[in-house]
């Protein structure tokens, strides 16, 4: 069971951060991400993306830059938390012009529930739907992305292993003005279930702990593709990311891929065309 945030001391840094700003900043890439889904529809189904549905929206920062990507986009962001909702509503609606935020939608809906409107791209991202931690589950949900999509609609979501991925560690990544820490507390290999938090640490030592938790079950890539095909996908592709020459890191360029290599640590796109 994932313990509750700690509340950090008044008067420090950590006191008067905002953990949604820090997640954004250290975790998220909407334009790369955006780029990647709109070209890859684009090239699979030869025409323009027009309606996104956000899954597990959080605070609906991809959708806010999709909708400021032409006029004709829209977006409908689904999430169960009122309180992410209105900081989305309150921090990154607010900040599109009066046209565009007609053009997207919050709404607290589970996202199996969501059947108004059929989406030409489904996102799913940040690991979101490992919540759904037996194949059933998982495959009713991707059925039901399914029956959500136009019919050519794709389902996009992003992946993450490598054998790094099954320890019990922390990671630190250095932020302009704090810390990040990925933090896989717990590992069980008999369920594949798994308790992650996201700690901040700023400079003068005090700590959001357990700012954000997540209990999923850490699903592979045979699996996920297997799960895809059995919820009626007809296509299922993965993307591999690039390697920078220099450095030998990833470039953040993805690529269609059937084979992998043995990286202690990778992140996938996963693209299911219905
Ligand atoms: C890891 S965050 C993802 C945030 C964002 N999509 C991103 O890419 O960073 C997961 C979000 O899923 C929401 N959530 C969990 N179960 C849900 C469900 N069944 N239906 C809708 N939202 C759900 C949580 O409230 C949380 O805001």
Redesign the pocket.
């Known amino acids: 069971m994932a313990k509750p945030p700690k509340q950090p001391k008044p008067g420090t840094l950590a006191a008067s951060a905002d953990r949604h700003t820090c ?2 900043l250290a ?2 890439s ?1 334009e790369p ?1 955006i780029d990647m889904v709109s070209d890859t529809f684009k090239s699979i189904r030869k025409r323009k993306p027009r309606v996104i549905r ?6 609906a ?2 959708s806010c830059e999709w909708v400021k990507r032409s006029k004709n986009n829209r977006a409908i962001c ?4 009122q309180e ?1 909702l209105d900081w989305g509503i309150k921090n990154n609606v607010s900040s599109l012009d009066p046209e565009q935020q007609q053009r997207i939608e919050l709404l607290n ?5 969501f059947t108004e409107e059929k989406a030409d791209i489904i ?6 739907y490992q ?2 931690e037996t194949r059933e589950s998982l495959r009713d ?1 991707f059925k039901k992305t399914r029956e959500g999509l136009n019919e050519d609609g794709i389902l996009f979501i ?1 992946a993450f292993g490598g054998h790094e991925s099954y320890r019990e560690i922390k990671e630190k990544t250095k932020y302009d003005g704090f810390n990040y820490y990925w933090d896989q507390a717990k590992y069980d290999p008999i369920t594949g279930h798994m308790l992650c938090y996201i700690h901040f640490k700023f400079p003068d030592g005090s700590w959001l702990k357990r700012a ?1 938790s ?1 209990e999923w079950r850490l699903y592979t890539l045979p699996e996920l593709q297997e799960i895809l095909y059995e919820a009626g996908y007809s296509k299922v592709t993965v993307y591999w990311e690039g390697t920078d020459d220099e450095t030998g890191e990833g470039n953040g360029e993805y690529f269609p891929a059937e084979h992998g290599e043995d990286d202690p640590s990778w992140i996938v796109y996963i693209s299911a065309e219905k």
């Open positions: 997640y954004e975790v998220q909407v991400e956000e899954d597990f929206c959080g605070t920062n991809s689904l999430d169960l938390d992410v809906c589970d996202v199996r529930n996102l799913a991202m940040n690991f979101s919540i759904f949900y992003d954000f997540y």
